[in-house]
């Protein structure tokens, strides 16, 4: 298995471009996540999703559309960049509500000039 | 949402010495997980542990959910445990919660 994977590893943006950022698991997992963090912080949740078709809002939504049309695929997408959206993206992925560990991608390193 | 205290936030060590980091959530969970980001910036799954204790070789973590609070101990510490320990929890909601992680440099 090669788990939750990521892409692309490192990218920049200028003020105003959209880009996807892409993110697949082959674990079979009903729950995916978007989490960014910032430099010295922890991890704050983006959007998640509980199962194709099914998305909702996280701690900090704005300025960035996920949709999730597979059980594999959990694109995240932003609209309109802005130098607050450089951050470190991360992908994570769960079999199911109580159903323990939470796995992670490699990260997406996303620079808005 | 549950809030999650981790301490101390920074912790120089010598190599060979052991540490015991803290976290405190705020209510009861069904989730507790303790990562290790490396300086490269990868998350490691370290333990998951709502309630108990487990041991991975020098590793060893014990949650007592009763008293809403965790501990990660490192024994014999080694330059490649640096990085920074984040303790996650979740609760009724479907994701976890991240404390701001502790940052240990483990020098030669």
């Known amino acids: 298995n090669a788990g939750v994977t990521q892409t692309p590893k490192f990218r920049i943006l200028k003020i105003g471009q959209s880009m996807t950022l892409q993110c697949a698991q082959d674990?079979?997992?009903?729950?995916m996540y978007w989490y960014r963090q910032d430099p010295g912080m922890g991890l704050k949740l983006i959007y998640y999703?509980?199962?194709?078709?099914?998305?909702d809002k996280g701690e900090v939504p704005n300025g960035y559309n996920v949709s999730r049309s597979t059980t594999e695929d959990f694109p995240l997408r932003l609209e309109l960049a802005a130098p607050s959206q450089t951050s470190v993206y991360f992908c994570?992925?769960?079999?199911?509500?109580?159903?323990?560990?939470?796995?992670f991608g490699p990260g997406t390193r996303l620079t808005v000039t | 949402g549950i809030q999650v205290e981790q301490s101390p936030p920074d912790l120089i060590l010598q190599e060979g010495a052991n540490s015991t980091l803290r976290c405190n959530f705020s209510?009861?969970?069904?989730?507790l997980q303790w990562f290790h980001q490396n300086p490269w910036g990868q998350l490691i799954n370290l333990f998951y542990?709502?309630?108990g204790t487990k041991q991975n070789g020098r590793l060893s973590a014990t949650t007592v959910a009763t008293e809403r609070y965790s501990l990660l101990y490192i024994s014999s510490s080694q330059t490649t445990d640096s990085g920074v320990y984040f303790c996650?929890?979740?609760?009724?909601?479907?994701?976890?919660?991240f404390g701001k992680g502790t940052s240990l440099l483990v020098t030669p």
């Open positions: 994570a992925s769960r079999r199911g509500q109580g159903a323990g560990e939470q796995y």
């Open positions: 674990m079979n997992h009903n729950y």
């Open positions: 999703s509980v199962g194709a078709g099914i998305t």
């Open positions: 209510d009861s969970v069904n989730n």
């Open positions: 542990i709502p309630s």
């Open positions: 996650a929890v979740q609760n009724s909601g479907y994701a976890l919660n």
